[in-house]
Each structure stands twice: as C-alpha cells, then as structure tokens.
Nanobody, 116 residues
Framework: QVQLVESGGGLVQAGGSLRLSCAAS????????MGWYRQTPGKQRELVAV???????TYADSVKGRFTISRDNAKNTVYLQMNSLLPEDTGVYYC??????????WGQGTQVTVSS
C-alpha cells in the first residue's frame, strides 16, 4: 500500500501564490508518474500537471506559465507551485501517484480557494 499526505492548500486572493506538497510513503520501490488533479462541484476531476520519473512535465492549458510541478525522488514528494492564481483555480486538488507496477493512488485532497 501507498499513503499520500498532501499539504499547502488554503485561501488566497487572486494574483497570489500557493505551494502544494504531496509526500508518498509505504510500499514504494519506484514511482513512475506523479501529478496533481483538481475537481470543482459539478465537474469531473481534471488534470492540472504531471511529471514523469525522468522529469518530463505536462500541464493543462489553463495553468501553463503560472503553475510549476516538480518532484524530489529521494523524498518521494511532488510539489505544485501555483502563481498568479485566478478564481477559476478554486477547487479540491488531489495528488496522484503511479507506482512501478502501474497501480494508481490518490491523496485525500486539499482545498484551494482563490477569492476575487
């Protein structure tokens, strides 16, 4: 089993910044991909950003140039630096980890609220 602990959400004004962290622990030999997804009421969970074990990144068009995903492989931790936040970035952000055996695990979610 893999446990994911997220932190860093909160309330911020538009134009502000937040940094999310997600630390993975448990039965981990190697992590393939780590990423962040978000969900708002009435909408499906959507990809925000992912990063592979080799450091390749993919971003949703809506966050390109504002968000930066990074990972510390030694700590099995993924980060999401969010700058120039907009009210439409509001939602619950979930960490996702794909293990070496392609099993996926989700964090409990952290609320991000951006006020206008």
């Amino acid at each position: 089993q893999v446990q994911l602990v997220e932190s860093g959400g909160g309330l911020v004004q538009a134009g502000g910044s937040l940094r999310l962290s997600c630390a993975a622990s448990g039965y981990i030999l190697r992590i393939n991909q780590m990423g962040w997804y978000r969900q708002t009421p009435g909408k499906q969970r959507e990809l925000v950003a992912v990063i592979t074990s080799g450091g390749m990144t993919t971003y949703a068009d809506s966050v390109k140039g504002r968000f930066t995903i990074s990972r510390d492989n030694a700590k099995n931790t993924v980060y999401l630096q969010m700058n120039s936040l907009l009210p439409e970035d509001t939602g619950v952000y979930y960490c996702n980890v794909e293990r070496w055996d392609f099993n996926n695990y989700w964090g409990q979610g952290t609320q991000v609220t951006v006020s206008s």
